[in-house]
């Protein structure tokens, strides 16, 4: 069974940063991909970032592009996200995921992932 929790977040005012953690279990960070999501007040969850298990390439929304870094350090098994010059609209409810094992390809849609963390939330004021 995997299992992931998601830690550090919190409030910032805009222009912080935050990291937020995501420590699996059940699973090995080096043969899986993982992925950020979130979901602000009254929208629905949409994709944040992503890195694949092979390459480690990573890919994010064009929102969060250049302020945003996912990284994953295979030997703790949890990933991260750094963000950077955070943005009021940055506000929500931020999940980690992962898909199948050795699942490949560029994972943005919610339908690719098969485990969710239950989220930890980020309020960027301004």
């Known amino acids: 069974q995997v299992q992931l929790v998601e830690s550090g977040g919190g409030l910032v005012q805009a222009g912080g940063s935050l990291r937020l953690s995501c420590a699996a279990s059940g699973r090995t960070f080096s043969s899986s991909a993982m992925g950020w999501f979130r979901q602000a007040p009254g929208k629905e969850r949409s994709f944040v970032a992503t890195?694949?298990?092979?390459?480690?390439?990573?890919y994010y929304a064009d929102s969060v592009k250049g302020r945003f870094t996912i990284s994953r350090d295979n030997a703790k098994n949890t990933g991260y996200l750094q963000m950077n010059s955070l943005k009021p609209e940055d506000t929500g409810v931020y999940y980690c995921?992962?898909?199948?094992?050795?699942?490949?390809?560029?994972?943005?849609?919610?339908?690719?992932?098969?485990?969710w963390g239950h989220g930890t939330q980020v309020t960027v004021s301004s």
């Open positions: 995921a992962a898909p199948p094992r050795l699942r490949v390809g560029v994972l943005q849609s919610i339908a690719d992932y098969d485990y």
């Open positions: 890195i694949t298990w092979r390459t480690g390439s990573t």
